[in-house]
Every structure is written in C-alpha cells, then in structure tokens.
C-alpha cells in the first residue's frame, strides 16, 4: 500500500494552494483519511481528517479556510487551502487507515509535500 501526494509549493500569503493524495496497491478497504503538517521546529499535527462516510474535522487554525474531501472511487483525499497565511508554511503529509489484503487496518503515511507560504 502506497499512499502517493502531489501539489504544494510556493504562494504568497492570502492566495490558495491544493493537494491531493491517492492510495495504491492491494488492499480492501479504506476508513479515514486526512492530512498532517510539520513547521521546522514543531511537532507534527492534524490539519483535517474524513472518514469515509464524509464527516470532516479541521484544527482550529485551518477552519473556514481550508476544506478535505475525498473520492472514495479514486482512494483520493484532497485539501483545498485558501487564505494561506506564512504559518501555514510546513511540509504536509496525507494519512489514511487501509487495510491491505489480508491485514487488519494500519496507518498509512504518504511521503511529505512542502508549501511555502511567502508574506
């Protein structure tokens, strides 16, 4: 199971970046997917997270400004960022619990996508 993440970059503050994220390889199911983010210096944190019924859940500092969705026929989670803000800026990872053939569900990270935000 690949979880493969693509978007990012460089934008300067007010404008609007998107990611997405699609998951890969041989498994049966997928439960929630999200995203997380990481400052140079700071832990890693929960940006927004969807379950697979569609219920969404943001950190406070993202709310009415950024929105997760997903398409469960694609295994795709994306995140819509508007109103970006220079502490914004830190490498995201998208996350998804999948459980692969045969396995029980487990925590899947894709690989990390930088987003610079400029002031």
């Known amino acids: 199971v690949q979880l493969q993440a693509s978007g990012g970059g460089l934008v300067q503050a007010g404008g609007s970046l998107g990611l997405s994220c699609a998951a890969s390889g041989s498994f049966r199911a997928v439960n929630s997917m999200g995203w997380y983010r990481q400052a140079p210096g700071n832990q890693r944190e929960a940006v927004a997270i969807i379950s697979s019924s569609l219920t969404t859940n943001y950190a406070d500092s993202v709310e009415g400004r950024f929105t997760i969705s997903r398409d469960n026929a694609k295994n795709t989670v994306y995140l819509q960022m508007n109103s970006l803000k220079p502490e914004d800026t830190a490498v995201y990872y998208c996350?998804?619990?999948?459980?692969?053939?045969?396995?029980?569900?487990?925590?899947?990270w894709g690989q990390g996508t930088l987003v610079t935000v400029s002031s």
């Open positions: 996350s998804a619990i999948i459980a692969a053939t045969n396995t029980n569900f487990r925590h899947y």
